[in-house]
């Protein structure tokens, strides 16, 4: 279970980074270069204003964990539907 909080820490951010760079790009360019550009945008970001790093950081965690939890959450039910 630790592993698991772990992984989510660093992991948790990768939706909200990549919807930014997505609604950045206007989805033109594919999903990879949306997670490249809102990687380097907030990672530029966190770097130029260190105080508000720890908010930026935990903001992008909140909204990619709820994300995650949200879609979890629909295929649960889902599969709850067509059993």
Do not use: D, H, K
Request: avoid cysteine; charged fraction near 10%.
């Amino acid at each position: 279970l630790l592993l698991l909080w772990l992984v989510a820490l660093f992991l948790g951010p990768l939706p909200a980074v990549t919807w930014l760079g997505n609604r950045l790009t206007r989805r033109t360019a594919g999903v990879a270069v949306g997670l490249i550009v809102g990687t380097l945008l907030w990672r530029g970001a966190m770097w130029l204003l260190p105080l508000l790093s720890a908010v930026l950081y935990l903001t992008a965690l909140l909204v990619g964990l709820g994300a995650a939890v949200l879609a979890m959450w629909e295929q649960r039910r889902e599969s709850a539907r067509a059993a």
